[in-house]
């Protein structure tokens, strides 16, 4: 079983920068993409941008130019840096990595951290 612990979440002006973080652990033999959620409030979750096991990026066309997603395969670990950010980037952002555990193919999911974005 792979576990994802979030961090970075927060309050910020609009404007302002976030960076969220996400680590995987478990048993892993091999990850393919890694990619950031995101649940606005009363609307459906909606993809943010991802980044293949070579290094690709790709993007909403709501952030792209704002946001950057990177990966330290090393640690098992995707990052979201959040600029501009605006009112309506406010949400619970989730990150979600897919791979395999030896035989088993795992597709997991982070637990959620609130990004506020408000004056």
């Known amino acids: 079983q792979v576990q994802l612990v979030e961090s970075g979440g927060g309050l910020v002006q609009p404007g302002g920068s976030l960076r969220l973080s996400c680590a995987a652990s478990?048993?892993?033999?091999?990850?393919?993409?890694m990619g950031w959620y995101r649940q606005p409030p009363g609307k459906q979750r909606e993809l943010v941008a991802g980044?293949?096991?070579?290094?690709?990026?790709y993007y909403a066309d709501s952030v792209n130019g704002r946001f950057t997603i990177s990966r330290d395969n090393a640690k098992n670990t995707v990052y979201l840096q959040m600029n501009s950010l605006r009112p309506e980037d406010t949400a619970v952002y989730y990150c979600?990595?897919?791979?395999?555990?030896?035989?088993?193919?795992?597709?997991?999911w982070g637990q959620g951290t609130q990004v506020t974005v408000s004056s």
């Open positions: 478990g048993y892993i033999f091999s990850i393919s993409d």
């Open positions: 979600n990595v897919r791979g395999r555990g030896g035989l088993s193919p795992f597709d997991s």
């Open positions: 980044i293949t096991s070579g290094g690709s990026p």
